[in-house]
């Protein structure tokens, strides 16, 4: 405790901002005042100049707030500090991107920066601590030296306040809420660690080919979440998600309305700002613009597959068999007359599609545990049905099944409504397995079952919420529904259920396209 100075009595009855303090020691500390509150046994800080001390009273009726000096800003790993720190923990970290290519006053943005900032202390001093640059680039790191936490708090705030505001005719600066953070000092724990280097090599209980499956989706999941979504700011938090997923709803609804390029590039720099992303120094804005179903489904595929990936990140860096725990399915081999069966009848099921030669691989039996005991085979009328879906997507379709579009997602882009879509040819579902962005030429095929009950026969597009009153089902009919988009009919039959509950997955066919056909 430092030296008290002097003992003051304060007349209450003359100044009522003292009404509550019958005894008050002055205590100069730099540029600090206190007081000591007797009935509630408290020394109160007062951020203000030290009051006019008339005799042996205080006038606080002139007191102002001290104006402080304007912080100096250090280079990091330039400068000389004026504060030597001990071991730095991070009291506080806001984690700031914007992205804006909007035309303001005839003259196109282009902003994709991020800026961290961070309140450090040793526990005897603070600082504040930012990084920021374009997305991307390595960025600048300044430190600034505040005169203690008091000072700290006030700037962090200050500058927060600022960067969130923008300037004038600017969107300003989005939080982004992080589950890993690749800028900033890395100080502060985080709940996962999406990405870790290091892999575990210990011997497997896995047969062969599920070892080799399991590797191979996870190594497709996470690729392309770190090469997509995963930008130079870190994994995107659960929360963080979600608002891209709301920002993506709101750019549908525009599709729906044929809103003006204006509106489109203000809406997608603010999605961009909330999900960063790696962009070009000088990006085409006619490529950047969400103004398309199929852009957004683009998009929309990124972030569900960001949210699978979130759900199983703790098992990502580990050994395959922890992988495939963390799935909480059940895959099997199946017996070799199990798989003849199945293999033809993935042959027999072929299209006449061109694009498509089907090198059939090995059969996996698998059981999705809650699924499986959902499965209302009551409904009646069960076939075995296709689905098809890119690499990256299966570690989500396994630990949360075959899902359908939730009700924030307008129905635009769906010809039948939104719902889980099947088909009786393989080569049908196949199309949508051979992506372009899969990492190699093998891809998944799910065989399944579809309880239909009474089907309906839709002979055109309609965005069905459920199937027409009487029936369980939606087929668009090969032959007589009328095609989306283009003139003529279906060439194949889908079959459409609008509950998750109507279908069970019963087998993975590992499959190659001998054309090298893709889709993109």
Known sequence: MKEWMRHLVVDSKKDSLTKIALTTFQLISGKKMFYWEDT?????????????????????????????????????????????????????????????FRVVKGKRRNNNKFYVIELQTDGDHWRLFTHYGRVGDAGVQEYRFPEDEEHAREEFAKILKSKLKGRSGSQGYKEVELDQFLVGSGSIPTNGEVGKSSTKT???????????????????????????IETPLGALSEEQIKKGEDALNTLRFGVGRSWSPDQFDEASSHFYSIVPHRFDRFPDP??????????????????????????????????VDQQYRSLGVI?????????????????????????????????????????????????????????????????????????????SVPST????????????????????????????????????????????????????????????????????????????????????????????????????????????
């Open 202 to 228: 210990v011997s497997s209980k896995l047969s062969p080919i599920v070892h080799d499956f399991v590797a191979h989706i996870f190594e497709e999941s996470t690729g392309l979440v770190q090469s997509s």
């Open 413 to 520: 882009g769906y010809m039948f409504g939104k719902g889980i879509y099947m088909a009786d040819r393989s080569t049908k579902s196949a199309q949508y397995a051979f992506r372009g962005d899969n990492k190699r030429d093998w891809a998944y095929l799910y065989v399944l079952d579809g309880a239909l009950g009474r089907i309906y026969e839709a002979l055109q597009s309609h965005h069905y919420a459920n199937p027409p009153s009487g029936f369980d089902s939606v087929q668009g009919v090969a032959g007589s529904t009328k095609a989306w988009g283009r003139s003529g009919y279906l060439s194949y039959n889908e079959f459409i259920i609008y509950t998750v509950e109507q279908c069970t997955i019963k087998y993975i066919v590992k499959m190659k396209n001998r054309t090298g056909w893709r889709s993109y």
């Open 331 to 407: 895959i099997e081999p199946t017996n070799p007359g199990e798989e003849r069966e199945i293999q033809e009848f993935v042959r027999k099921s072929m299209g006449g599609h061109t694009h498509i030669d089907l090198e059939i691989g090995e059969v996996l039996r698998v059981e999705i545990p809650f699924e499986r005991k959902r499965f209302h085979g009551s409904i009646g009328n069960i076939q075995q049905l296709f689905h098809g879906t890119r690499n990256a997507n299966h570690v989500g379709v396994l630990t949360s099944a075959l899902r359908i579009a939730p009700a």
């Open 40 to 100: 509630r046994r408290t020394l109160v800080l007062i951020p203000l100049r030290m009051p006019q001390i008339c005799g042996r009273r205080i006038k606080m009726s002139a007191v102002k707030k001290t104006k402080r000096a304007k912080l100096q800003v250090y280079r990091a790993g330039i400068s000389t500090y004026p504060v030597d720190m001990g071991n730095i923990e991070v009291a506080e970290k806001k984690v700031l991107n914007q992205m804006d």
């Open 286 to 319: 006619d490529q950047m613009r969400l103004d398309s179903l199929e852009k957004l489904d683009k998009e929309d595929e990124l972030l569900q597959l960001m949210g699978d990936v979130f759900r199983v990140q703790d098992s990502i860096g580990d050994s």
